[in-house]
C-alpha cells in the first residue's frame, strides 16, 4: 500500500539552527498537511498545501515556518531559526482530494538544544 | 478552537471483554477520523465516518457518529491483546484541517 515517508526519522540540531524536513507524500494526492506533536500531547496542525500554496495555517505555523514543493514529489518543512519549544514530533500528510482521509508518515522527532 | 475531549483517557481490560470509548465535542464537524497510533509512529487511519448516525464496522471494530456530527464512539467486541494501543479521534473542519482528541490509551491483558 503506497504511503507517505518522511526523512530523517530523527534530527538533532542546535538553538537558532535552520532545519529542513522532508516528506514524500502519496504520489496521486493532491493535499498535503504538517503536524506536529510535542510529547504527551495532542496531534496539532500546522499548515495544509494544495497547488503550490498555503491553504490555511494555525496561529503555531508563525514567520519562523516554510513550506515548499520544490519538485513534482518532495514536500518540506523549513524551521529558520530553532527554538527549544520546537521540540517534538513532526508529521508529514496527504490526502487524494478535499475532505478524503489523511494519511501519515512516520514523524521526524526534532530534538532542539 | 475545536476541542475533542477523549475519554477515558486510559483503559484496561482482559482479553475477550468488551468495551467503548469515546469521542465527544461541542463543535460539528464535517467528518471524524479514528486513528490509531503505536509509540514512535504517525497516526494510522481506521475509519472515517461522514454521515450523523453513521456505523461502521471494520473487524471487531464498530464506529458510530452522533446524529449532531459532534460525537463518536469506538466499541472492540471480544478485546484482543493486538488490539493494545492509542486510538485518536480527528474531527475535520475548515480546509479539511483536523482537531485530534488526546486519545483513548486501550491496554488489552492476554
Known amino acids: 500500500e503506497p504511503e507517505v515517508t518522511q526523512t530523517p526519522s530523527h534530527q538533532v540540531t542546535q538553538m537558532g539552527q535552520e532545519v529542513i524536513l522532508r516528506c514524500v507524500p502519496i504520489?496521486?494526492?493532491?493535499?498535503f498537511y504538517w503536524y506536529r506533536q510535542i510529547l504527551g500531547q495532542k496531534v496539532e496542525f500546522l499548515v495544509s498545501?494544495?497547488?503550490?500554496?498555503?491553504?490555511?495555517k494555525s496561529e503555531i505555523f508563525d514567520d519562523q515556518f516554510s513550506v515548499e514543493r520544490p519538485d513534482g514529489s518532495n514536500f518540506t518543512l523549513k524551521i529558520r531559526s530553532t527554538k527549544l519549544e520546537d521540540s517534538a514530533m513532526y508529521f508529514c500528510a496527504s490526502s487524494e482530494q478535499y475532505n478524503s482521509p489523511l494519511h501519515f508518515g512516520n514523524g521526524t522527532r526534532l530534538t532542539v538544544t | 478552537t475545536q476541542l475533542l475531549e477523549q475519554s477515558p483517557q486510559f483503559l484496561s481490560i482482559q482479553e475477550g471483554e468488551n468495551l467503548t470509548v469515546y469521542c465527544n465535542s461541542s463543535?460539528?464537524?464535517?467528518?471524524l477520523q479514528w486513528y490509531r497510533q503505536e509509540p514512535g509512529e504517525g497516526p494510522v487511519l481506521l475509519v472515517t465516518?461522514?454521515?450523523?448516525?453513521e456505523v461502521k464496522k471494520l473487524k471487531r471494530l464498530t464506529f458510530q457518529f452522533g446524529d449532531a456530527r459532534k460525537d463518536s464512539s469506538l466499541h472492540i467486541t471480544a478485546a484482543q491483546p493486538g488490539d493494545t494501543g492509542l486510538y485518536l479521534c480527528a474531527g475535520a473542519y475548515g480546509n479539511n484541517r483536523l482537531a485530534f482528541g488526546k486519545g483513548n490509551q486501550v491496554v488489552v491483558i492476554p
Open positions: 504520489s496521486n494526492h493532491l493535499y
Open positions: 465516518v461522514v454521515t450523523g448516525g
Open positions: 498545501f494544495y497547488n503550490n500554496e498555503i491553504s490555511e
Open positions: 463543535s460539528v464537524f464535517s467528518s
